[in-house]
C-alpha cells in the first residue's frame, strides 16, 4: 500500500496529532486484543446487551419478582429494589463493555463511554415510567444505577487486566518450557 507524502506528512499539526492519537488507539486495540478475554462475534455480543437492556426495560415496566413480599434485600438495610437497580445496571455495564472490547479506541475511553450510555439508559428507563400510571419516577433510581454502572464498568475493567495478567505468566512459562 502506498501512501503518497502529501497523506502521510501533512503540515497541519492538528491533523498531525489527530493522527498519531489513531495510530496509538489502533494500537492499544491491537495489544488490549491479543492479551485479553477471548471475543465472540460481535453479533452475539449485540443479542446479550439487546437481552439486558430488555429485560430492564421489561422488570422497569412490570413489578419485579419478590418487589410485593420482599422489602429489604440481602443485609437488611437496603431495600430490596435498589437492589434489584444496583445489580441490573451493573450487569449491563458489564455486557456492554464486553461487547464494546473490539472497539478501536484507548480502553478509558471505551469505559466511560459505556458508563455514560449505561447511566442514559438508566435515565431514559425512569422516564419511561414518568409516563405509567403504575410505575414512579426517582432520582434517587438514577443514582443508583449510575452506582452499579460505575461498579460494573470497574469490574470489568479488573477482570480484563487479570486475565492479561494470567496470559502474560502463562506466556512466561511456555517460553521458559521451550528453552
Known amino acids: ?11 497541519n499539526p492538528v491533523v ?20 485479553g478475554v477471548p471475543v465472540v462475534p460481535f453479533w ?21 419478582p419478590g418487589t410485593g ?19 441490573g445496571y451493573m450487569g449491563l455495564a458489564i455486557v456492554f463493555s464486553y461487547a464494546s472490547y473490539t472497539v478501536p479506541r484507548p480502553q ?3 469505559l466511560f463511554g459505556v458508563f455514560v ?13 414518568l409516563t405509567l400510571p403504575t410505575r ?4 434517587i433510581d438514577i443514582l443508583v444505577n449510575a452506582l452499579g454502572a460505575g461498579f460494573g464498568v470497574t469490574l470489568w ?12 505468566i502463562d506466556h512466561r512459562s511456555n517460553n521458559r518450557e521451550r528453552s
Open 1 to 11: 500500500m502506498s501512501v503518497s507524502l502529501r497523506q502521510q506528512d501533512s503540515p
Open 16 to 35: 498531525r496529532k489527530l493522527r498519531q492519537k489513531r495510530e496509538a488507539a489502533v494500537s492499544d486495540h491491537r495489544a488490549r486484543k491479543a492479551r
Open 44 to 64: 452475539i455480543r449485540a443479542v446479550f446487551v439487546l437481552g439486558a437492556l430488555g429485560g430492564l426495560v421489561y422488570y422497569s415496566i412490570v413489578p419485579a
Open 69 to 87: 413480599s420482599v422489602s429489604r434485600g440481602p443485609f437488611g438495610v437496603i431495600p430490596y429494589a435498589m437492589w434489584l437497580h444496583f445489580i
Open 108 to 110: 478509558p475511553q471505551i
Open 117 to 129: 450510555v449505561t447511566v442514559g439508559c438508566g435515565a431514559a428507563v425512569e422516564m419511561l415510567q
Open 136 to 139: 414512579t419516577f426517582s432520582v
Open 157 to 168: 475493567y479488573l477482570f480484563d487486566r487479570i486475565i492479561a495478567r494470567l496470559r502474560q
